[in-house]
């Protein structure tokens, strides 16, 4: 017998998504035979734009989110420079990277302790904490007062929760708890620090075309560097071991969510002025290295509210709402490359790096964590190798960090001067936290004629194309296998570990 299995909505992402599963018995317990990822609202930031001044696109394209607003504001920018015929100064290239990775940071410890973990870690075992830790003393009376009064003080975001097979330990539940309430400190010096160059975060008022308008002053590279080593402990003392611990209580889930499988990367964080890209750009295709060509990038339209063209590459694309189209179920559009869904984010950045000819560096520590872990580079396609990817990346931006300070010219611009173009195009890639990030940029007479933006979580959490191929999230819950009908945890550990954001989504 089938029957539908919906979440609606999917807490603990940002955004409005609904997960529809269709399941089957087998042996007993509903499998998943298919499913659709629904995107439940319409924001219409390109359509905003249509007629606005240039310069106002990177603060208002940063409204798109709260999380990964930095992401927005250096493709935004890209966009323009590509336009304006400019390059960022050298201190504007760093002070660009600098607060970037601070947004990442956040991000990142953000996705683990605030988003994800709660999946995994029981917060129930708070209740029998004896200890002198206030913060795990604060969540013991919360979580009782809940379990007491639930008609009135619902505990949210610990409970109510799927009953599910959580981390049995106490004591690696107390500590993963601890760090939880830890994080939420790490995560408010991660925006001082994005603060001390971008002005104010999480909406940065300093990054412009060319640079950013804080100039690197010694006293703020010491602003900076003091928080950087402080997240810098935290992300090596503590958030990979708990990565670690939460990985080997649940090791089933280095077999469990594998997605569609192709992987697209248009790297980040500018190491010179001729292109080369911390995180590096590239496709995998069938487990192929492929050099990013973005002419293959369109998006697809049959089953989205939208009555546009499909199949547009974004440089024509168009957005015309269409809420009450026959057949359409989400908001999203659905972005495919060379026809294909492609997965993007940590993993697939990872991943391309991996394969990239010249990622000797990447391919030995991965190689070296998976070692440690008793694993091979096919268990990075699941839910926990997203989580450990995350990790890494974390890792690799506090040690890069401290290097793009060092870099920085004290007393020399931190941007370049540029003209606003009558006419012109452009467009600019990054790679937001989770994942490859466009923005698309027509101007005439001074204004913007168009702008398109072709985001993360609409790649991964698209719905079907035109073709009625399903998208990378809805195939990486094809085929999974729940315990409980009523507590759906494992479709939710799945969609959660690749960091979903709706508002992002739909734009
Ligand atoms: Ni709203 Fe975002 C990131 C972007 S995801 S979080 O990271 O762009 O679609
Ligand atoms: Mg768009």
């Known amino acids: 017998m089938s029957r539908t299995i919906s979440i609606s909505p999917l807490t603990r992402i940002e955004g409005h998504l609904a997960i529809h599963t269709e399941t089957e018995v087998r042996d007993g317990r509903p499998c998943v035979t298919s499913a659709h990822c629904e995107g439940e609202m319409f924001r219409g930031i390109e359509t905003i734009l249509t007629g606005r001044d240039p310069l106002d696109a990177q603060q208002i394209t940063q409204r798109i989110c709260g999380v990964c607003p930095i992401s927005h504001a250096i493709a935004s920018v890209r966009a323009?420079?590509?336009?304006?015929?400019?390059?960022?100064?050298?201190?504007?290239?760093?002070?660009?990277?600098?607060?970037?990775?601070?947004?990442?940071l956040h991000s990142h410890i953000l996705h683990f302790y605030h988003l994800a973990a709660l999946d995994f870690v029981d917060v129930t075992a708070v209740l029998s904490y004896r200890g002198s830790s206030w913060a795990l003393r604060d969540l013991q009376t919360w979580v009782q007062a809940a379990i007491?009064?639930?008609?009135?003080?619902?505990?949210?975001?610990?409970?109510?929760?799927y009953e599910a097979d959580y981390v049995e330990s106490p004591e690696v539940n107390w500590s993963l708890l601890a760090h939880y309430v830890d994080a939420l400190d790490l995560r408010r010096l991660a925006h001082e620090m994005g603060a001390v160059f971008g002005a104010k975060l999480p909406h940065s008022t300093a990054i412009v075309p060319g640079g950013v308008t804080q100039a690197p002053t010694v006293e703020r590279i010491l602003a900076y560097r003091s928080r950087l080593r402080?997240?810098?402990?935290?992300?090596?003392?503590?958030?990979?071991?708990?990565?670690?611990?939460?990985?080997?209580?649940?090791?089933?889930?280095?077999?469990?969510?594998?997605?569609?499988?192709?992987?697209?990367?248009?790297?980040?964080f500018e190491m010179d002025d001729t292109g080369t890209r911390f995180?590096?750009?590239?496709?995998?295709?069938?487990?192929?290295?492929?050099?990013?060509?973005?002419?293959?990038?369109?998006?697809?339209?049959?089953?989205?509210?939208f009555d546009s063209g499909s199949k547009l590459h974004p440089a024509h694309g168009e957005t015309r709402a269409a809420p009450h189209k026959a057949g359409a179920y989400s908001w999203?559009?659905?972005?495919?490359?060379?026809?294909?869904?492609?997965?993007?984010?940590?993993?697939?950045?990872i991943l391309v790096a991996y394969h990239h000819p010249e990622g000797g560096a990447v391919r030995d520590e991965v190689d070296r964590m998976l070692g440690e872990l008793g694993l091979e580079p096919v268990?990075?396609?699941?839910?926990?190798?997203?989580?450990?990817?995350?990790?890494?990346?974390a890792k690799w931006l506090v040690e890069q960090a401290e290097r793009w300070l060092d870099e920085l010219a004290v007393g020399e611009s931190p941007a370049r001067d540029f003209q606003i173009c009558r006419q012109g195009e452009g467009y600019g890639l990054t790679e937001a936290p989770r994942g490859a990030l466009g923005h698309w940029l027509?101007?005439?007479?001074?204004?913007?004629a168009r702008y398109q933006c072709v985001v993360p979580t609409t790649w991964n959490c698209s719905p079907r194309d035109d073709a009625g191929t399903p998208g990378p999230v809805e195939q990486a819950l094809t085929g999974l296998v729940l315990a409980s009908a009523d507590h759906p945890i494992e479709p939710a550990r799945v969609v959660r570990s690749f960091d979903p954001c709706i508002a992002c989504a739909v734009h």
């Open 148 to 161: 007491d009064r639930s008609d009135l003080f619902p505990a949210a975001p610990f409970l109510p929760r």
């Open 442 to 448: 027509t101007v005439r007479d001074h204004r913007i």
């Open 279 to 305: 995180f590096p750009s590239g496709v995998l295709i069938d487990g192929q290295h492929e050099p990013l060509d973005v002419a293959h990038i369109t998006e697809e339209v049959l089953y989205s509210r």
């Open 332 to 349: 999203l559009k659905a972005p495919r490359y060379k026809g294909r869904p492609m997965e993007v984010g940590p993993l697939a950045r």
């Open 379 to 393: 268990h990075l396609h699941s839910v926990l190798g997203r989580h450990l990817c995350r990790g890494l990346e």
């Open 230 to 268: 402080t997240i810098a402990d935290f992300v090596r003392d503590v958030y990979l071991p708990d990565l670690v611990a939460a990985a080997r209580a649940f090791p089933a889930y280095w077999s469990i969510g594998q997605g569609c499988g192709d992987m697209l990367a248009y790297g980040a």
């Open 80 to 104: 323009q420079e590509a336009a304006y015929g400019i390059r960022p100064s050298e201190n504007g290239r760093l002070l660009q990277n600098l607060v970037f990775a601070a947004n990442y």
